[in-house]
T-cell receptor, first 114, second 114 residues
Framework: DVKVTQSSRYLVKRTGEKVFLECVQD?????MFWYRQDPGLGLRLIYF???????EKGDIPEGYSVSREKKERFSLILESASTNQTSMYLC?????????????FGEGSWLTVV | AQSVTQLGSHVSVSEGALVLLRCNYS??????LFWYVQYPNQGLQLLLK??????LVKGINGFEAEFKKSETSFHLTKPSAHMSDAAEYFC????????????FGQGTELSVKP
């Protein structure tokens, strides 16, 4: 079975803290994604990566960065957390080959910034 | 630019009634279209997708959707709702070879009344 694992399901962090959200996939997928989910806004793409050490900005990259040192791992970093980054964060992966391929999602990480 | 509009943020049906969730998209090239379902506190699971070929697509749990190019629509239907169908549903579009990036609609929460 396809598996995308987000190591932290629920986090509470203080304003200004550096936050790491970790994601691992076991399907040898080339593509990995970080989305943010907010009520009424659906899912919005933060960053994505098509290869190791490669990253591209999505629609809402401000305040975030990412790291992909290994093919199976894609980390989302909040350099200085703010309350408006309180949200659900979803990691996803897909094989190479274009937009017809299914994207597989992790269970999500609920982040609260206080 | 691509976009997806889901009509109705909340839909309520009675058990056994028809489920109809509406999705319209905007795309400059032939799109790939997806429906995902999200149960409470979980990630997203693929229900079905349209890439090419037959415009009526069947998915899991008895759902189906029809791609109508002339109407730029991809509505999701199920003939008879079950209590277990209560969840949030997301329509998404991916353009051609954009590496699998998905643009999501705002989501529709489906409630099923006994």
């Amino acid at each position: 079975d396809v598996k995308v694992t987000q190591s932290s399901r629920y986090l509470v962090k203080r304003t200004g803290e550096k936050v790491f959200l970790e994601c691992v996939q076991d399907m040898d997928h080339e593509n990995m994604f970080w989305y943010r989910q907010d009520p009424g806004l659906g899912l919005r793409l933060i960053y994505f990566s098509y290869d190791v050490k490669m990253k591209e900005k999505g629609d809402i990259p401000e305040g975030y960065s990412v790291s992909r040192e290994k093919k199976e791992r894609f980390s989302l970093i909040l350099e200085s957390a703010s309350t408006n980054q309180t949200s659900m964060y979803l990691c996803a992966s897909s094989p190479a080959g274009g937009g017809r391929n299914t994207i597989y999602f992790g269970e999500g990480s609920w982040l609260t910034v206080v | 630019a691509q976009s997806v509009t889901q009509l109705g943020s909340h839909v309520s049906v009675s058990e056994g009634a028809l489920v109809l969730l509406r999705c319209n998209y905007s795309s400059s090239v032939p799109p790939y279209l997806f429906w995902y379902v999200q149960y409470p506190n979980q990630g997203l699971q693929l229900l079905l997708k349209y890439t090419t070929g037959a415009t009526l697509v069947k998915g899991i749990n008895g759902f189906e959707a029809e791609f109508k190019k002339s109407e730029t629509s991809f509505h999701l239907t199920k003939p008879s709702a079950h209590m277990s169908d209560a969840a949030e549903y997301f329509c998404a579009v991916s353009e051609g070879d954009q590496g699998g990036k998905l643009i999501f609609g705002q989501g529709t929460e489906l409630s099923v009344k006994p």
